[in-house]
């Protein structure tokens, strides 16, 4: 009964042994699934703050080209200001009796008819008859 026991007991102590190595086996599977895991996040973590840093740049980037829109929808609009006062000054040259009178005299010497002149000028036909007369 004593051999037994002794083999019971050894038996026992073997299957213990089994279970002990199954547990330190499940441990050292559990312990590379959880350094996997941590490379996993330190990974993540690096790629959360390269697009953190990509976002902060095209951010900034974003801003300077908004100020330089700004600068640039001033300067054109000073630009247009600038033409707009050039054509005003232009319009009222065209309007201006002595440049009416050269254009009459031009148009006269190239051919033009008295009726022709009046058309493209906007003044009657008597004016255009005097102002050909005077010259």
């Known amino acids: 009964m004593s051999d037994l026991l002794i083999i019971l007991f050894s038996f026992s102590e073997v299957v213990l042994l089994v279970i002990v190595i199954l547990f330190f086996l499940r441990l050292k599977k559990s312990e590379t699934l959880l350094s996997g895991l941590q490379a996993n996040q330190q990974e993540f973590i690096k790629r959360l703050q390269f697009n953190t840093q990509l976002e902060n740049e095209l951010v900034s980037t974003f801003e300077q080209r908004q ?3 700004v600068a640039l929808n001033t300067e ?3 630009k247009a200001a600038s033409l707009q006062k050039l054509v005003d000054l ?4 065209c309007k201006s009796p002595q440049f009416m009178r050269e254009i009459i005299i031009q148009g006269n010497r190239t051919g033009k008819s008295p009726v022709q002149l009046a058309k493209s000028t906007g003044l009657s036909l008597e004016e255009i008859e005097l102002i050909i007369d005077q010259s």
């Open 67 to 69: 100020q330089e829109l």
């Open 76 to 78: 054109l609009e000073k």
């Open 90 to 93: 232009a319009n009222e040259y």
